[in-house]
């Protein structure tokens, strides 16, 4: 590698690295408690977790009707219409949400909690405290869309700076065994290779949690695509059409046995009522999951008419909602049971170091002349920047 | 520590090593439960014990 292109890359990591490094810092640190927010709830007394009986999600005939759960969240909420509701593959807590039109936004919603084994309401979703501020924070600093797809593009110079930062390690380590840590000389040192070491191990994980944060923020022009395009053409026969008052929405449990013939075996993750982001003005949209662990997140909607309770049309996501269905677990973490989050905390504490090694890095000789600094890469950290 | 140039591809031997290593790790437990979410923890967890190692073994 020539010191010429050292150099560039050098400037190109060092650039994307200072741009981003706030807003990463934040979001690894709103993310730490985050990958832990099922265990805090539990730990919080939410009633969704304790439940034993058949999952939601089944057929079981000890399972109360879907109309039955519809008619008491909307008992619970007069004047609301319904929006979704939502299955469990594990308990049969069941959610129920409703909005006062069929295309109310995402803070005018209730959702309820039920138990579809006993029909019992058991709470409502609380979108507030520690957890929920942190979850905002950390998906869009309060700012919405526009704030999303900020951090989206804070991501996106995160992996730039961890590619440049790749490239960078080739030239450092040229005389130096994989694993050197400089702890006697200097803290400049010390930190350097801490910085190329923890960097390095966590290449893998801090580029896939990194790439899968960039397309969680594109969730709402990716639904809108999936809206314009695949949605639009299955529901082409109504288009045109008034949309159909919530007073003529028929019976659930005839629309969800009509999906089930279509696909059997499969079982539904949620149910999207008609006007909302998720189905046409007319639909039941009933999202399937696949049958195996590794397709349980390629979701297949059938929509059938919510009046007649006639299927319509059904065809799985097309590729760019499936990479945000997998785009979902692979930045949470959250599937691979506790041992897989307590990695995904230490790697986050890894990447916290990264960041806050390249800062004091940075600071500490960002006074110096280039060329010494490009140096100091080329050397192995021997030859240390003066100023 | 004191030796020679190597080459490039023995700079990255052991990084790219670790990066399969954690791939497999990541997507190991999406297929599954059980087995499936053990070798996910194995996987991952050689990065992390690597970096444990490090400070061990080869501080200086």
């Keep these: 590698m020539t010191t010429r292109s050292i ?62 759960m519809v008619a008491k969240a909307l008992a619970a909420r007069p004047g609301d219409v319904p929006l979704f509701m939502a299955f469990d593959n594990a308990s049969p807590i069941l959610t129920v949400t409703t909005g006062p039109r069929p295309d109310a936004p995402a803070s005018e919603m209730t959702i309820q909690l039920f138990n579809r084994a006993t029909g019992a309401a058991v709470g409502q979703v ?16 309060f700012l919405g869309l526009p704030g999303m797809l900020f ?21 450092f380590m040229r005389k130096l065994r994989f694993g050197t840590v400089r702890t006697s000389r200097s803290t400049r040192l010390k930190w350097l290779d801490y ?46 059409r008034e949309a159909l008052p919530p007073a003529r929405y028929g019976s659930l449990d005839k629309a969800m046995a009509a999906a089930r013939k279509v696909l059997p075996g499969n079982n539904p993750q949620f149910i999207a009522f008609p006007g909302g982001a998720f189905s046409s003005k007319h639909h039941y949209a ?43 677990p692979l930045h949470f973490g959250d599937y691979g049971g506790l041992p897989l ?25 960002h006074r110096a002349p280039l060329e010494l600094r490009v140096r100091e890469v080329e050397s192995g950290g021997t030859v240390v920047p003066a100023g | 520590m004191k030796r ?17 290593l954690s791939l497999v790790g990541l997507v190991s437990a999406l297929t599954g439960d059980g087995w499936r979410d053990a070798v996910s923890w194995v996987a991952l ?13 080869r501080r200086s």
Excluded at chain 1, 130 to 136: D, G, N, P, S
Excluded at chain 1, 205 to 231: D, F, K, Y
Excluded at chain 1, 341 to 365: D, E, M, P, R
Aim: glycine share 8%; aromatic share 10%.
């Design chain 1, 7 to 68: 150099r560039a890359w050098y400037l190109v990591h060092k650039w994307t690295s200072l741009v981003c490094t706030a807003f990463l810092l934040m979001l690894c640190l709103t993310g730490l408690p985050l990958i832990f927010h099922e265990e805090i709830d539990a730990l919080a007394g939410d009633p969704a977790t304790a439940m034993a009986g058949p999952p939601s999600s089944g057929d079981d005939p000890a399972l109360e009707p879907l109309d039955t």
């Design chain 1, 195 to 240: 910085h190329n070491l923890l960097g390095i191990v966590a290449l893998a994980w801090m580029s896939v949690v990194g790439l899968t944060g960039v397309i969680n923020t594109l969730a709402t022009p990716i639904l809108q695509l999936w809206q314009m395009n695949e949605l639009a053409e299955m529901t082409r026969a109504y288009a045109g």
């Design chain 1, 286 to 328: 009933v999202f399937f999951q696949g049958s195996t662990p590794l397709t349980e997140r390629a979701l297949t909607p059938a929509l059938i008419d919510a009046e007649t309770g006639r299927l319509t049309d059904v065809r799985p996501m097309p590729w760019y909602t499936l990479a945000l269905s997998y785009s979902q």
């Design chain 1, 126 to 141: 609380r979108e507030e405290g520690v957890m929920h501020f942190l979850l905002q924070l950390h998906t869009d600093m």
């Design chain 1, 151 to 171: 951090l989206g593009a804070m991501g996106l110079l995160f992996v730039a700076a961890i590619v440049s930062g790749v490239v960078l390690y080739a030239p």
């Design chain 2, 45 to 57: 967890g050689i990065p992390v014990v690597t970096v444990i190692w490090a400070g061990r073994a």
């Design chain 1, 341 to 365: 989050k307590l990695l995904w905390a230490v790697l986050t504490l890894f990447t916290i170091i990264v960041l806050g090694s390249g800062l004091y890095l940075w600071i500490g000789k």
């Design chain 2, 4 to 20: 020679g140039r190597h080459s490039m591809r023995a700079t990255f031997a052991i990084p790219a090593l670790l990066a399969v």
